[in-house]
T-cell receptor, first 113, second 114 residues
Framework: AQSVTQLGSHVSVSEGALVLLRCNYSSSVPPYLFWYVQYPNQGLQLLLKYTTGATLVKGINGFEAEFKKSETSFHLTKPSAHMSDAAEYFCLISNFGNEKLTFGTGTRLTIIP | AAGVIQSPRHLIKEKRETATLKCYPI?????VYWYQQGPGQDPQFLIS???????DKGSIPDRFSAQQFSDYHSELNMSSLELGDSALYFC?????????????FGPGTRLLVL
């Protein structure tokens, strides 16, 4: 069985400050990890993903995440927060051959002007 | 670029009625997934189809059924609706052939059961 845990259901950062959203995973097989963003009243949009290869992955809108196997983590970061980053962020996991996605509980990011 | 299309976007039904939600995947995508997101909850996997065959099954109630058609679109049929079925229903598609793992989500259908 696979699972992801997102630490902090609500995170607030000031505009221009570092964004750090935490995700830890549990998997008995090499995982595929994803971050999706959900803006209010909209569907889920893929930010970035890790499958194999380079452990630091860059996504859209200046976000990046690093896969750390030793820490079973896949934290999402952005150097400088923008007001438009306010949304809900989901960390997801799947494994090849069983592609259904398992969601984390989500982190709602609020940007303080 | 073409995205996943879901229809209708909003649906209001009464208890014990039926509802049909439709999902049109991205062209050339062969796999469709359905997820249910209740109010204030994270999405939960319901069911998936690959090449018109059921691929995986999650927490889908027996009152629900789904299928994928020859043109790869999928329909989620919900009968004997209950108040607790009120949720946002997402469809996602991917191209499993070739090993592409990314699922692309539609905008969702918001179902309200009164």
């Amino acid at each position: 069985a696979q699972s992801v845990t997102q630490l902090g259901s609500h995170v607030s950062v000031s505009e221009g400050a570092l964004v750090l959203l935490r995700c830890n995973y549990s998997s008995s097989v090499p995982p595929y990890l994803f971050w999706y963003v959900q803006y209010p009243n909209q569907g889920l949009q893929l930010l970035l993903k890790y499958t194999t290869g380079a452990t630091l992955v860059k996504g859209i809108n200046g976000f990046e995440a690093e896969f750390k196997k030793s820490e079973t983590s896949f934290h999402l970061t952005k150097p400088s927060a923008h007001m438009s980053d306010a949304a809900e962020y989901f960390c997801l996991i799947s494994n090849f051959g069983n592609e259904k996605l398992t969601f984390g509980t989500g982190t709602r990011l609020t940007i303080i002007p | 670029a073409a995205g996943v299309i879901q229809s209708p976007r909003h649906l209001i039904k009464e208890k014990r009625e039926t509802a049909t939600l439709k999902c049109y995947p991205i062209p050339r995508h062969d796999t469709v997934y359905w997820y249910q997101q209740g109010p204030g909850q994270d999405p939960q996997f319901l069911i998936s189809f690959y090449e018109k065959m059921q691929s995986d099954k999650g927490s889908i109630p027996d009152r629900f059924s789904a299928q994928q058609f020859s043109d790869y679109h999928s329909e989620l049929n919900m009968s004997s609706l209950e108040l607790g079925d009120s949720a946002l229903y997402f469809c996602a598609s991917s191209r499993r052939t070739g090993g592409e793992e990314t699922q692309y989500f539609g905008p969702g259908t918001r179902l309200l059961v009164l």
